[in-house]
């Protein structure tokens, strides 16, 4: 079901407002920067939108920008003590400023139809930490990404895996939650 999702959309050239969550810091390798770039001119080439933090720094910056350059559409949802702290991407297609961290993740769920996470920290664990749940309880019924970029995302499978293993979550179903080593 879930590739029949994107597979459907992606064949019949429907857009799609794509949720990406990644990091506010670059990371210590280029192959993150470069990764968020050619996903963003994917998502702007189809003619998608981006969903994302409303960051103008780090590998949302980098996202967001090159989204921009290739003609897509971007609306960011940032909390207002973001923008405060001058760090808020001013030319979007929309900014949605919220109250909350919470507000924040609720609205980019509200609007997502697709959830993919680029390498990043805590936040983009916790961020897509959610939407991985709401796969598991079909309360989200878009596809579930991981951009594997250099394996980046293997201790995090591992641990997916340990938990099947332990009991802890019978009846997983890996074709839920992809990690593309790429975005190609």
């Not at 080439?45 to 780090?58: E, I, K, N, P, Q």
């Not at 749940?133 to 309360?139: H, S, T, Y």
């Amino acid at each position: 079901v879930v590739h029949d999702v994107v597979s459907m959309m992606t064949s019949r050239n429907l857009s799609m407002n794509i949720t990406v969550y990644c990091g506010s810091n670059p990371g210590d390798k280029e192959c993150f920067k470069q990764a968020a770039h050619r996903l963003g001119n994917w998502i702007g080439a189809r003619g998608d939108t981006l969903v994302y933090g409303g960051s103008s720094v780090g590998l949302m910056g980098v996202l967001s920008k090159s989204v921009l350059e290739s003609g897509g559409k971007v609306i960011g949802v940032e909390p207002n003590f973001f923008i405060e702290a001058g760090v808020a991407q001013h030319e979007l297609t929309e900014l949605i400023v919220v109250k909350t961290m919470n507000e924040r993740k609720a609205k980019m769920i509200e609007l997502g139809d697709v959830f993919v996470a680029l390498p990043g920290g805590v936040g983009t664990l916790e961020e897509i930490s959610e939407i991985m749940v709401r796969v598991r309880l079909n309360l989200t019924p878009a596809p579930c990404f991981f951009l594997n970029v250099d394996g980046f995302y293997e201790p995090l499978k591992a641990l997916i895996q340990e938990m099947v293993d332990r009991g802890f979550m019978p009846g997983f179903a890996w074709d839920d939650y992809l990690f593309p080593t790429s975005v190609d």
